[in-house]
């Protein structure tokens, strides 16, 4: 069994900064790429940036250059450093991570909510 445990999500005012983790725990052979959602009230899940296993990262063109993912693989663990935090930012944060036990599948960490207003 898989999991994924998302932390560090909080309040925030504009302009401000957090650092989200997800820890992946498991049966895990190895992992493949990582990388963050979010969904605002009312939206589609959304992509954030994409960590894959030698480091290359992708980001949304809406957080490029104030966000930056990155990984920890002795860990199993993903980050997503949000700095330059704007209200249209808040959202549910999930994490992914595509991770081979006997098969590759994709899971899910359960979201962890940021909210950034004054």
């Known amino acids: 069994q898989v999991q994924l445990v998302e932390s560090g999500g909080g309040l925030v005012q504009p302009g401000g900064s957090l650092r989200l983790s997800c820890a992946v725990s498991?049966?895990?052979?190895?992992?493949?790429?990582m990388g963050w959602y979010r969904q605002a009230p009312g939206k589609e899940r959304e992509w954030v940036a994409r960590?894959?296993?030698?480091?290359?990262?992708n980001y949304a063109d809406s957080v490029k250059g104030r966000f930056t993912v990155s990984r920890d693989n002795a860990k199993n663990t993903v980050y997503l450093q949000m700095n330059s935090l704007k209200p249209e930012d808040t959202a549910v944060y999930y994490c992914?991570?595509?991770?081979?036990?006997?098969?590759?599948?994709?899971?899910w960490g359960q979201g962890t909510q940021v909210t950034v207003s004054s």
């Open positions: 960590i894959i296993k030698d480091g290359d990262t």
């Open positions: 992914n991570a595509r991770v081979n036990t006997y098969v590759v599948n994709t899971y």
């Open positions: 498991g049966s895990i052979f190895s992992i493949n790429a």
